[in-house]
């Protein structure tokens, strides 16, 4: 068995899984997962921004190698759409 989850790798599972729910019509908007899981429409948003993040950055993310003072904040809204602009905003 593997080390828990940080927060970082949990934001990420989740938006994953959120945008999943809309790509399978499980649900129809962020809206009404944010109405199920009783948070925030814009929490869901930005979690679901992360499935958006350059593959190396995931893998970042999951190796727990990210530079320290990247936040999921800085990883979560408004990421540039570009992988290579992300590199260079959070692998620098």
Do not use: K
Request: proline fraction near 8%; charged fraction near 25%; glycine fraction near 4%.
């Amino acid at each position: 068995m593997g080390y828990p989850a940080n927060p970082l790798q949990l934001a990420l599972a989740r938006g994953h899984r959120w945008l999943q729910m809309l790509e399978t019509g499980e649900v129809r908007s962020l809206r009404e997962i944010a109405q199920l899981e009783g948070l925030d429409n814009s929490y869901i948003s930005r979690m679901v921004n992360l499935t958006t993040l350059a593959p190396d950055i995931v893998e970042a993310i999951l190796d727990e190698c990210l530079p320290p003072n990247i936040t999921l904040f800085d990883l979560a809204v408004d990421p540039p759409r570009l992988w290579s602009e992300q590199r260079e905003r959070h692998m620098v």
